[in-house]
Nanobody
Framework: QVHVVESGGGLVQAGGSLRLSCAASGRTFSFNAMGWFRQAPGKEREYVASISWIGGSTNYADSVKDRFAISRDNAKNTVYLQMNSLKPEDTAVYYC????????????????WGQGTQVTVSS
């Protein structure tokens, strides 16, 4: 079992920045990837970014590329999502995920999910 906890959401004005954190605990050695999804009201859950635990390779959705950066701290089993130049359309609940392969866009392919953290970007 893996326990996933996100933090760092909040309210920010357009153009601002936020950093989300995600800590994983438990049987994390069975997995090699962590990432982020988001879900806006009335929309489907969508892939945001992910990182390979070994090697640190990263992948981003086109909508956030060049604005968001995902990173990891292996010693803390923690992943971060630095979000810059935020736009109102980035408003969503952001979910941290744990899985096997980092280039995986389908929500059903990720094994564990956090409870989510709300990010609201005002115009």
């Amino acid at each position: 079992q893996v326990h996933v906890v996100e933090s760092g959401g909040g309210l920010v004005q357009a153009g601002g920045s936020l950093r989300l954190s995600c800590a994983a605990s438990g049987r994390t050695f069975s997995f090699n990837a962590m990432g982020w999804f988001r879900q806006a009201p009335g929309k489907e859950r969508e892939y945001v970014a992910s990182i390979s635990w070994i090697g640190g390779s990263t992948n981003y959705a086109d909508s956030v590329k060049d604005r968001f950066a995902i990173s990891r701290d292996n010693a803390k089993n923690t992943v971060y999502l630095q979000m810059n130049s935020l736009k109102p359309e980035d408003t969503a609940v952001y979910y941290c995920v744990v899985g096997t392969y980092y280039i995986t866009f389908s929500p059903s392919s990720w094994h564990y999910w956090g409870q989510g953290t709300q990010v609201t970007v005002s115009s």
